[in-house]
């Protein structure tokens, strides 16, 4: 099993920046790859970056050019770092761990979720 837990949500005004972190532990090593996904009220869960295991990323397109996904392996820490933020970009964030791919069905493994809320 693996646990994950975010951090680094709040308030900021459109425009602004905030990077999310999640750090990761118990079954790790096999782990093929991260992701940060997020869920406003009343939409669907929604996918937003990726990163596996060599080091590939992927980026909803809602957010290509403004969010980055990285790792720091000593660790064991994910980061979200999000710039130019507008308010469709408001939702609760999670961060999720898979063994398999890379869709959203891969990642089985939840947090519990950090609010990012983008005034405008």
């Known amino acids: 099993q693996v646990q994950v837990v975010e951090s680094g949500g709040g308030l900021v005004q459109a425009g602004g920046s905030l990077t999310l972190s999640c750090a990761a532990s118990?079954?790790?090593?096999?782990?093929?790859?991260m992701g940060w996904s997020r869920q406003a009220p009343g939409k669907e869960r929604e996918l937003v970056a990726t990163l596996t295991r060599a080091g590939h990323t992927n980026y909803a397109d809602s957010v290509k050019g403004r969010f980055t996904i990285s790792r720091d392996n000593a660790k064991n820490t994910v980061y979200l770092q999000m710039t130019s933020l507008k308010s469709e970009d408001t939702a609760v964030y999670y961060c999720?761990?898979?063994?398999?791919?890379?869709?959203?069905?891969?990642?089985?493994?939840w947090g519990q979720g950090t609010q990012v809320t983008v005034s405008s």
């Open positions: 999720s761990a898979s063994h398999f791919g890379t869709s959203l069905t891969d990642f089985r493994s």
């Open positions: 118990g079954s790790i090593f096999n782990l093929n790859a």
